[in-house]
């Protein structure tokens, strides 16, 4: 007996432990709070302990420890998360570097792994694999857990992979028989449309964002007659570092407000500000944005959008207001957590609302005059379990305490590996897309009546 008493209570200070872990301040709550967090680690292992000894199938003290951890932190909001050391590694790989596999971004969705988008010139991408199909196999084996499916469909170059998918319009499952390949980590392509008029796809915020972005910008205004207009595409980017999406902000507005993050606690609330551009960039920028715009996206427009430096086209984005910061725990593990909202230049809370466009414009392909204008994403932050509510209101004044200063990316300083991963695009191809071409005729216009008004 005192040896089951002695496990049951080892297992409570675990789950204190991981409450001292993951509840920063949990130990300076009242003496009254201490006692009833006590009483129900205590339920909580009383419930470990018989599912241990019961269960139908053995499971491991560990496994139960940290699914209910992950349950935990999950039942706050869709985006905070325990990370496991793999789940751990591929966020990181996700932000820098390159790796091998098939190229494709992936989230879960309605309990399966689902195709956000494939990465342009990858297996998955040359293959067909397209947006919105759900894998449901990797190797035959079933992909009912991200991390997993996204490290069986990882491995060395060369070697074959084979994913069974669901897709939208087909009867039965679909297999692809894939070759890995090295998948670099591009997140900037850029191209003319036309003399004087530019072209930027951002795909993702990562760490080199917006170095690449400076770069691309740079080969263009160099060209002739220069940039008289750029088209900045934040089309289904899901987000990444908020850091590149404040510089990638800042890169265009000299000064003002960029973003301002409100959290509980005082360290988590700043206010970014813009700083003085050494080249000044005037040229007018229409921003294209739809339903898979979120977070860094989602900053980035809303402040170009109120500080009037540009025009927002195409439909309404994802809606994801919240900034997550990474604590990195013992065992190579890390928590992932929600620690604040953020607002616009204004003081707007796009969570659960999204980033509304100036110019609502649907996509289609002009050249397609059967296509269908596209359809309300299914999902979008405010149809996720247990978000957060936005609120709404500029952060109090004694709140604005200034964000350490960026530093603007300068091209010299960039490593001559940049212009690699400047991929070229087929303007033509652009050009019938027709929320690209209507920010095109924005840009025109504009030009034509500046000219009037000066002439």
Avoid: C
């Amino acid at each position: 007996m005192r040896s089951k008493n002695a496990s049951r209570w080892a297992l409570v200070g675990i789950i204190a432990l991981a409450i001292a872990l993951f509840i920063p301040g949990a130990y300076q709550n009242s003496a009254a709070n201490k006692e009833e967090t006590y009483r129900n680690l205590k339920i909580f292992s009383d419930v470990l302990d018989i599912v241990e000894k019961d269960y139908v199938d053995e499971v491991t003290p560990k496994k139960l420890i940290e699914d209910a951890i992950q349950g935990m932190v999950s039942s706050l909001d869709p985006h905070s998360s325990l990370l496991t050391p793999d789940a751990l590694k591929e966020l990181q790989i996700d932000t820098q570097g390159e790796f091998t596999g098939i190229g494709i971004h992936v989230t879960m969705r309605d309990n399966l792994v689902t195709v956000i988008s494939p990465i342009e010139g990858t297996p998955a991408y040359n293959a067909g694999i397209k947006a919105g199909d759900k894998i449901i196999k990797v190797d035959g084996k079933p992909t009912d857990n991200l991390t997993e499916a996204v490290k069986l469909m990882r491995g060395p170059k060369g070697t074959e992979v084979t994913i069974t998918i669901l897709r939208e319009g087909e009867p039965k499952p679909v297999d692809f028989k894939l070759v890995r390949d090295l998948i670099p980590i591009n997140s900037v392509k850029a191209t003319l449309l036309q003399p004087g008029y530019g072209y930027v796809w951002v795909t993702h915020f990562r760490e080199n964002t917006a170095d690449d972005l400076v770069a691309a910008l740079e080969q263009m205004e160099k060209s002739d007659p220069g940039l008289k207009g750029l088209v900045l595409d934040l089309r289904d980017n899901p987000g990444g570092v908020l850091e590149q999406a404040i510089r990638i902000s800042d890169i265009f507005i000299d000064e003002g407000v960029i973003m301002t993050s409100k959290g509980r606690l005082k360290r988590h609330t700043r206010v970014y500000n813009a700083t003085k551009n050494g080249k000044p960039r005037t040229y007018p920028v229409v921003v294209l944005i739809n339903g898979g715009s979120a977070s860094a996206s989602e900053i980035v427009a809303g402040a170009l959008q109120d500080s009037k430096r540009a025009l927002i086209v195409g439909t309404t984005s994802f809606g994801k207001g919240s900034v997550q910061a990474i604590e990195n725990l013992r065992d190579g593990y890390a928590l992932k957590l929600t620690i604040a909202r953020y607002y616009t230049p204004s003081g707007r809370s796009i969570q659960a609302k999204g980033v509304e466009p100036d110019i609502a414009v649907p996509h289609r392909l002009i050249s397609d005059e059967a296509s269908e204008t596209e359809k309300n994403r299914l999902f979008k932050e405010k149809d996720l379990i247990n978000h957060l509510d936005g609120e709404d209101g500029v952060v109090p004044p004694e709140s604005n305490k200034q964000a350490p200063d960026l530093k603007k990316p300068d091209l010299k300083e960039l490593p001559k590996q940049i212009q690699t991963r400047l991929s070229p695009l087929n303007a033509e191809q652009l050009m019938k897309d027709s929320q690209v071409r209507r920010a095109m005729d924005i840009l025109i216009g504009y030009d034509i009546f500046k000219k009037l008004s000066n002439g």
